[in-house]
C-alpha cells in the first residue's frame, strides 16, 4: 500500500510561484511513475503532469513552460515548481503514484 501526502498549496497572485511536494511512504518509489493532476470545480480532474522511472516527463499543454515536475527518489519525493500562476490554475491538486494511488489533495488559489 502506498500512501502519498502532499503539501505546499495555498494562495498566490497571478504572476506569483508555488512549490507543491509530495512525499511517498510504501512501494518502490524510484520505478513508480509519480504524476500531478487538478481538479477545478465543477470539473473533472485533469492530468497536469507525470514522471516516469526513467525521468521522461509529459505535460498538459496549459502548464508547459511554467511548471516543473521534479522527482528525488532518495527522499520518495515528487514536487511541482508552478511559475507565472494564473487564475485558471486554481484547483484542488493531487500526486498520483502509478496510476492507483492517491494523495488527499492539496488547495492551490491564484487571485489578486
Known amino acids: 500500500q502506498v500512501q502519498l501526502v502532499e503539501s505546499g498549496g495555498g494562495l498566490v497572485q497571478p504572476g506569483g510561484s508555488l512549490r507543491l511536494s509530495c512525499v511517498a511512504s510504501?512501494?518502490?518509489?524510484?520505478?513508480?511513475?509519480m504524476g500531478w493532476y487538478r481538479q477545478a470545480p465543477g470539473k473533472e480532474r485533469k492530468l497536469v503532469a507525470i514522471s516516469n522511472s526513467a525521468g521522461s516527463t509529459v505535460y498538459a499543454d496549459s502548464v508547459k513552460g511554467r511548471f516543473t515536475i521534479s522527482r528525488d527518489n532518495a527522499k520518495n519525493t515528487v514536487y511541482l515548481q508552478m511559475n507565472s500562476l494564473k487564475p485558471e490554475d486554481t484547483a484542488v491538486y493531487y500526486c498520483?503514484?502509478?496510476?492507483?494511488?492517491w494523495g488527499q489533495g492539496t488547495q492551490v488559489t491564484v487571485s489578486s
Open positions: 498520483v503514484s502509478s496510476n492507483l494511488y
Open positions: 510504501g512501494g518502490i518509489f524510484s520505478s513508480a511513475t
